[in-house]
């Protein structure tokens, strides 16, 4: 059902020093900054060869990176992405397998303007899962 990996994201409290390690450090091409308000966080992607890396940084205190970063202060790998083909099929097979998905089941609109959804980590061996229309 999975396709390729989309991206992994790190969740960040200072985007500006957390691009400049990826580019000035690694030498990666790093996208613009854009806010992404229905939620709640701004993002950077990280483009490498075979997939990407997308930086993560609350928008508020509200947002749930604001949660997470409160957790673990330093960041951290927030979630996963994999691409699927249809996420309609997708979650309709998932959750009747018993898999939960988070908010109210229907997907949102993401960073890259596809259809998201996100999968509760209890369901997937601790990991934040997100699915994501290719």
């Not at 690694?26 to 990407?52: M, R």
């Not at 205190?61 to 996963?80: Q, R, T, V």
């Not at 699927?84 to 959750?95: E, G, H, T």
């Amino acid at each position: 059902m999975i396709g390729r990996l989309n991206h992994v994201a790190i969740a960040v409290s200072d985007m500006e020093a957390a691009t400049a390690i990826y580019r000035e450090t690694l030498g990666a091409e790093i996208s613009d900054k854009v806010a992404q308000p229905d939620h709640g966080v701004s993002t950077v992607f990280i483009n490498l060869p075979n997939t990407k890396i997308e930086l993560l940084e609350p928008l508020s205190d509200a947002s749930p990176i604001a949660k997470f970063l409160e957790k673990n202060p330093s960041g951290g790998i927030h979630h996963i992405c994999y691409e699927v083909d249809d996420i309609l099929a997708a979650r309709d097979k998932l959750v009747a397998q018993g898999a939960r998905v988070l908010g109210d089941g229907n997907p949102k609109i993401g960073a890259h303007g596809k259809p998201v959804l996100f999968l509760h980590p209890k369901d997937f061996l601790g990991t934040l899962t997100e699915l994501e229309q290719a």
